[in-house]
Nanobody, 124 residues
Framework: QVQLVESGGGLVQAGGSLRLSCAAS????????RGWFRQAPGKEREFVAT????????YYAESVRGRFTISRDNAKNTVYLQMNSLKPEDTAIYYC?????????????????WGQGTQVTVSS
């Protein structure tokens, strides 16, 4: 049974940093494209970042570009999201996702597997 489990969320002051992790189990995900999405209260889910199977290609939402970094460790079946210079508008539930195509992809419809989410709250 495939599972994606996020961790690393929490409460942080504006300007601070957090590192999210997403561990995959129940399969081999080294050939899968991976992504991070978020959903703020009262808003639709939005794309944050995506990473190719090799980690060689990344793509970010404009709102986080230059502040967030997505990376992966295929030996651990884990993807990370390093978030720096956090802003109150980054407050949301963050979800990781995996897709069987190995390329980057910024639409949630392209992902088959999803985690349960981890809360990130940035105070002003």
């Amino acid at each position: 049974q495939v599972q994606l489990v996020e961790s690393g969320g929490g409460l942080v002051q504006a300007g601070g940093s957090l590192r999210l992790s997403c561990a995959a189990s129940g399969g081999t995900f080294s050939s899968y494209g991976r992504g991070w999405f978020r959903q703020a209260p009262g808003k639709e889910r939005e794309f944050v970042a995506t990473l190719s199977w090799s980690g060689g290609t990344t793509y970010y939402a404009e709102s986080v570009r230059g502040r967030f970094t997505i990376s992966r460790d295929n030996a651990k079946n884990t993807v990370y999201l390093q978030m720096n210079s956090l802003k109150p508008e980054d407050t949301a539930i963050y979800y990781c996702a995996a897709r069987q195509g190995g390329s980057i992809y910024s639409s949630g419809s392209g992902y088959r597997y999803w985690g349960q989410g981890t809360q990130v709250t940035v105070s002003s």
